[in-house]
């Protein structure tokens, strides 16, 4: 399989670094479907809600009122507010359609303003181990989507980053090592268990790591 032909998104890429096999029943042979936890439905309400919030002025619901001073700032940020903006690439890492892409995503909420854009992510999990590394990839998109944004600022709400677009060769190295791995687990038909204390949450129960909880 040829580099351009291996279809990604940030979610997408760390299943595969978290467990090639499990990516391998659930993505390529789909012999097994990952349903969502209480912990992601969560996750999802809250995003849903704090879009509406922030992009149409819609009232937080009581159970979600505890978020409206984290949110305050994003409301009164000036620039132009996207939220859930989805973006796309080719593999020649320039804009295209939804569906006939190489790698794609969305932004929770993008605000541009000048040369400068923010990116924001709701994550609604613990901040112990943050990982920036998707706020990174959706900065790049937004590079290749507004030729005019030379800075962007990012954050997890606890987190924050920067990335200048001078940077975006460094920026884009950090992704080609695991893609690469990726094309060749294709390639060559080896998807390697990696066995951790969460094969007992895995549904790919015919594994031979695989716990019953």
Request: net charge neutral; proline share 7%; with cysteine.
């Amino acid at each position: 399989m040829e580099a351009h032909e291996v279809k990604w998104s940030y979610s997408s890429l760390k299943d595969y670094q978290n467990c090639p096999r499990q990516y391998q029943e659930i993505k390529v042979l789909k012999n097994y479907t990952k349903f969502p936890t209480a912990e992601m439905r969560y996750g999802t309400e809250v995003h849903k809600a704090v879009e509406d919030y922030v992009g149409e002025g819609k009232p937080l619901a009581p159970d979600y009122q505890r978020f409206a001073k984290q949110l305050q700032p994003l409301i009164e940020m000036e620039g132009t507010k996207h939220p859930e903006l989805r973006m796309a690439l080719g593999f020649d890492r320039k804009p295209s359609k939804w569906n006939d892409y190489w790698v794609r995503g969305i932004a929770d909420l993008v605000v541009l303003n000048g040369d400068t854009a923010f990116i924001v992510d709701y994550k609604t999990g613990s901040s112990k181990y943050p990982d920036p590394k998707q706020l990174q990839l959706m900065a790049l998109m937004v590079f290749s989507h507004y030729p005019e944004i030379i800075y962007v600022k990012a954050g997890l709400l606890f987190f924050p980053s920067e990335y200048r677009r001078e940077d975006e060769e460094k920026l884009w190295g950090d992704f080609y090592p695991h893609l690469e791995r990726l094309r060749l687990s294709y390639e060559n038909g080896v998807w390697q268990e990696n066995p951790t204390p969460l094969c007992g949450w895995c549904p790919v129960k015919r594994c031979q790591f695989h716990k019953e909880r």
